[in-house]
């Protein structure tokens, strides 16, 4: 059950984003109401802290309870994060339905912008 939870967490997380973006396109102006990832480049890898922690326990080094520190402290970030991330308390349904939306706003957009770009324009004369 947990791991389907981390699949659901992270298949939100896409799902989230693809609707963002959209939104983006649309013109839409809602993202721009919403926070943006402070640290979307940061390294959220857990796996140079574990490596750090097995070290240490190699050496029998005191720093283990360090090391263990800095990790649970990682992960609680990492859970913050996905707590505030925009849509995360939306129902997988509730997303896809959202997404199809916003898609269908593009779609509309765009043609109504091919169309208007197809369009005839035919010169004004000057009031002289």
């Known amino acids: 059950r947990k791991g389907s939870k981390n699949v659901d967490v992270m298949w939100r997380h896409r799902v ?5 973006g959209l939104r983006r ?3 839409n102006g809602m993202a721009a109401a919403q926070p943006k990832q402070e640290k979307e480049s940061e390294d959220w890898s857990l796996l140079p802290l574990v490596h750090d922690i097995i070290k ?7 720093d283990v309870h360090q090391e263990l520190a ?13 707590a ?3 849509g995360i308390d939306s ?13 269908e ?14 369009l005839c324009m035919f010169e004004v004369p000057k009031a002289s």
């Open 91 to 103: 129902s997988p349904q509730e997303q896809q339905q959202q997404l199809a939306t916003l898609r």
């Open 84 to 86: 505030n991330m925009p």
């Open 70 to 82: 800095k990790l649970k402290a990682k992960i609680q970030e990492a859970r913050e994060q996905i």
């Open 105 to 118: 706003q593009v779609r509309t957009k765009n043609q109504l912008l091919q169309k208007y770009k197809s």
């Open 16 to 20: 989230t984003h693809d609707v963002e």
């Open 25 to 27: 396109e649309a013109g």
């Open 56 to 62: 240490c326990m190699d050496k029998d080094s005191q």
